[in-house]
């Protein structure tokens, strides 16, 4: 063979090796991001799980003091019910567990950090990997394995307030 026809089949043999690396590096980078996909992290509950949005009730922060006035519009107005109050520190579970009892709730799930935003059947759901929480803040279904955090409330009147 002569020299430039050595330089051609070189050039060839390179061309293809990084024909082959490039497409190896992205069929690899693919089933990478294909696996984090199914890893969490993203709003994919588990089929049978309801997500349903759970409905928010007013509410105002002054001082970390957060407060809903109540009434027979709001969405906590009947026991059982349980809803999302958003302010400017985030968003708070709420429900009515009896009677003028009120219990408020953080609402960013123990299992992996997604924010709480169902409510199906008087439990809170998590719409990212389908942990139910029931109104107290305890785990009724994993993967969550611990509660969610319970804020005091009061009841003054028509007003409910917790301190965050």
Same mark, same amino acid.
């Given at each position: +063979?002569? &020299?430039? $026809?050595?330089?051609?089949?070189?050039? @060839?043999? &390179?061309?293809?090796? &990084? &024909?082959? %690396?490039?497409? /190896? %590096?992205?069929?690899?980078?693919?089933?990478?991001?294909?696996? +984090?996909?199914?890893? *969490?992290?993203?709003?994919?509950?588990?089929?049978?799980?309801? $997500?349903?949005?759970?409905? $928010?009730?007013? /509410?105002?922060?002054?001082?970390?003091?957060?407060?809903? !006035?109540?009434? #027979?519009? #709001?969405?906590?107005?009947?026991?059982?019910?349980?809803?999302?109050?958003?302010? @400017?520190?985030?968003?708070?579970?709420?429900?009515?567990? /009896?009677?003028?009892?009120?219990?408020?709730?953080?609402?960013? %799930? #123990?299992?992996?950090?997604? #924010?709480?935003?169902?409510?199906?059947?008087?439990?809170?759901?998590? !719409? %990212?990997?389908?942990?139910?929480?029931?109104?107290?803040?305890?785990?009724?279904? *994993?993967? /969550?394995?611990?509660?969610?955090?319970?804020?005091?409330?009061?009841?003054?009147?028509?007003?409910?307030?917790?301190?965050?």
């Amino acid at each position: +063979m002569t &020299r430039s $026809t050595d330089s051609i089949i070189q050039l @060839s043999t &390179r061309t293809t090796r &990084r &024909r082959f %690396c490039a497409t /190896a %590096c992205h069929a690899a980078s693919l089933v990478a991001v294909g696996a +984090m996909a199914g890893c *969490g992290g993203g709003p994919s509950a588990p089929s049978g799980v309801s $997500t349903t949005p759970a409905p $928010t009730v007013p /509410a105002t922060l002054n001082a970390r003091v957060v407060t809903i !006035p109540l009434d #027979t519009a #709001t969405a906590i107005s009947t026991v059982g019910a349980g809803a999302i109050a958003q302010t @400017s520190l985030g968003s708070f579970l709420v429900a009515q567990t /009896a009677p003028g009892v009120y219990t408020a709730l953080g609402s960013t %799930c #123990t299992h992996e950090a997604c #924010t709480v935003t169902g409510f199906s059947d008087g439990r809170y759901v998590c !719409p %990212c990997h389908g942990s139910q929480y029931a109104t107290s803040g305890s785990v009724v279904t *994993g993967p /969550a394995t611990r509660a969610l955090p319970q804020f005091p409330t009061q009841v003054n009147g028509s007003v409910l307030t917790f301190t965050v």
